[in-house]
């Protein structure tokens, strides 16, 4: 019997009279890798916004490993133990690609020497440990996306939130992320993540949850989704998206 | 790393004999006294300006505060001038304590706006008050410290360098830790900073008290040794920008940056001053005495000090985004 990690109850969260996300509920359980997926504008990012505690949720609950995380502030929420990445990466530019790593270790260490241990494994882990010494802002993309992995991996998570984190990736590059996302879930890290290209999600994920103008859709395996008629019509299929 | 202990070492020990070189010149050790208090206040400021990102245009608040503080706890009570000095930190810390928990949970500039409207509001409170001797200010005929010749202007040489070292002490210290590299996450990305657990008003705080306090202190030296405060001398906008500039020009979020700054702008504030400039100029023959661009420089840029200041500051931020060590950097 495995443990549901992440429990998303009813979760509604409106923007004045904008509804973004209308009453999703999906769990993730421990360990997993679940997909997130919808066209544009289906409420992707601002689910997780919600969860990460930047948007307070209209209504409903999310309960993180058993605790309502509902008014928790993003730090906070990253203490718990669960930490995201940015679908627009978010470097800290003059700073060097080890010192952001070491931001991240800073969570769960006070010393330096010891945060930079922790920074030098996980750039080692995502491939960019001759890179230590450049500035961040200095990266190609693809570069700067193995380091928001490898900085909120520094912060030790049980959970990752990883929002388009192949998005502007060529194939190569994509593969080499989701090669690191597998070696993550063998550390025991449960990953959420959003993503548009479907080879990407179906080669990786176990469950999948998609949304579609703020609703959830439809839920399943892999398979089940690719063969699911409304998620074709929709996103899969749709003509108007793009998949 | 090293290098720079043994070459700050090295500048300290100068620090410390250059009075004697000086001997008896009460002129030149001014000057060097508000070197020295100049490059202390933008350091102060760069602990939450250049390292947090956070411009704070009200530092003459947190200056005033400790020369109030200093100047009322002794004409009032009589105190021991440390007794002022450490009710200037409180006072100061309060003022920012409000502050930040007002405007630090927000993004942007709020900070900025708010930091020149609670300088404002510390300034008018002043300036309406019965005890803090309202436009008159205060003055203070004597004043005894420790036995020392408080009408030689070398304690307070000494007093100012001390307060350098230990705010640059503090600064190179902030930078080993987790506060310092946080404070430099902060300003790089606020909402990638609190996505890696750091709790952004906590530490923004922390970066404002330690600036404030410090400030505080320069701000009581500078107190006992005037003698004489008002609203305009101690609590003036004009204040709080000069320390902001001084810190931008010579590049914020660096260690030396601000000392940098303050060693370049301090004489040559001095130099528009004394009109050492406008004379040499019409000495050269660069322009004519009896022109009117000519008495322009003889008589008008005495007063253009400011003028000066700003027309550095545009250049600077326009071409110098880093400030003039950031400048020195990209030389190498």
């Known amino acids: 019997m495995t443990r549901k990690l992440l429990c998303i109850d009813n979760v509604s969260k409106h923007f004045g009279g904008n509804v973004a996300v209308s009453e999703v509920s999906f769990a993730v359980e421990e360990k997993q890798i679940c997909g997130l997926i919808g066209p544009n504008g289906a409420g992707k990012t601002t689910l997780f916004n919600c969860i990460a505690g930047y948007y307070p949720v209209t209504s409903g609950d999310i309960v993180f490993n058993g605790l309502n995380i509902n008014r928790k502030r993003p730090d906070q929420v990253c203490r718990l133990g669960m930490a995201r990445t940015w679908q627009r990466v978010k470097p800290m530019s003059n700073m060097t ?8 270790a800073f969570a769960s260490t ?6 930079e241990t922790i920074a030098r494994q996980e750039l080692l882990v995502v491939g960019l440990e001759n890179y230590a010494g450049k500035l961040a802002g200095s990266l190609p993309i693809g570069l700067k996306k193995k380091l928001e992995l490898a900085r909120v991996m520094a912060t030790s ?10 998005g502007g990736l ?8 989701l090669g690191i996302i597998r070696t993550l879930r063998e550390r025991g890290v449960t990953i959420v993540f959003i993503e548009h290209d479907m080879k990407a999600v179906t080669s990786i994920c176990d469950n999948i949850v998609v949304l579609s103008s703020g609703e959830k859709l439809a839920e399943g395996t892999p398979v089940e989704i690719t063969a699911n008629p409304e998620v074709i019509a929709a996103y899969l299929g749709g003509g108007s998206s793009n998949a | 790393m090293m290098k720079q202990a043994i070459a700050s070492a090295f500048l300290v020990v100068a620090a410390i004999a250059l009075p004697l070189l000086i001997g008896d010149n009460p002129y030149v050790t001014g000057i060097l006294i508000t070197l020295l208090m100049m490059a202390t206040l933008a350091s102060a400021w760069n602990i939450v300006g250049g390292y947090a990102g956070q411009f704070s245009f009200g530092h003459a608040a947190y200056f005033g505060a400790g020369a109030y503080s200093t100047m009322i706890m002794l004409s009032v009570f009589n105190t021991n001038p440390l007794v002022g000095m450490a009710t200037g930190i409180v006072v100061s810390s309060l003022i920012a304590l409000v502050t930040g928990s007002i405007v630090f949970r927000l993004k942007g500039h709020y900070f900025a706006l708010a930091s020149i409207a609670v300088a404002e509001i510390v300034r008018l409170t002043v300036l309406n008050l019965d005890f803090t ?25 000494y007093g100012m360098l001390s307060c350098l ?23 790089e990305d606020q909402d990638a900073a609190a996505s890696l657990a750091i709790n952004i008003a906590y530490y923004k705080n922390k970066a404002l008290l330690i600036s404030a306090a410090l400030t505080s202190v320069v701000g009581s030296i500078y107190a006992l040794y005037i003698r004489f405060i008002d609203t305009t001398a101690v609590l003036d906008l004009r204040l709080s ?9 010579g590049g914020v979020g660096t260690l030396w940056g601000p000392l940098l700054g303050a060693a370049l702008l301090v004489p040559l504030a001095e130099m528009l001053r004394s009109n050492v400039l406008g004379d040499a100029m019409v000495r050269i023959g660069i322009v004519s005495e009896t022109s009117p ?5 003889k008589d008008g840029l005495a007063h253009a000090h400011v003028l000066v200041y700003g027309i550095i500051t545009v250049l600077c931020i326009l071409y110098l985004p880093k400030g003039i060590l950031g400048l020195l950097r990209r030389g190498k």
């Open chain 1, 97 to 104: 690609v080890l010192e952001n790593v070491m931001v991240g």
């Open chain 1, 110 to 115: 006070g010393a330096l020497r010891k945060a």
């Open chain 1, 157 to 166: 998570p049980k959970m990752l939130l990883l929002d388009e984190i192949c």
């Open chain 1, 170 to 177: 060529n194939k190569t590059e994509t593969g080499i992320i």
């Open chain 2, 133 to 157: 001797g309202g436009a008159q200010g205060i003055l203070l005929s004597d004043v005894a410290f420790l036995g020392l010749d408080l009408n030689s202007k070398n304690p307070f040489y």
């Open chain 2, 165 to 187: 070292v230990v705010t640059l002490g503090i600064t190179a210290y902030l930078r080993r830790t987790r506060t310092g590299y946080y404070l430099q996450a902060i300003r």
């Open chain 2, 241 to 249: 920008i000069e320390i902001l500039l001084t810190a931008i020009i």
């Open chain 2, 293 to 297: 661009i000519g008495m322009f420089f």
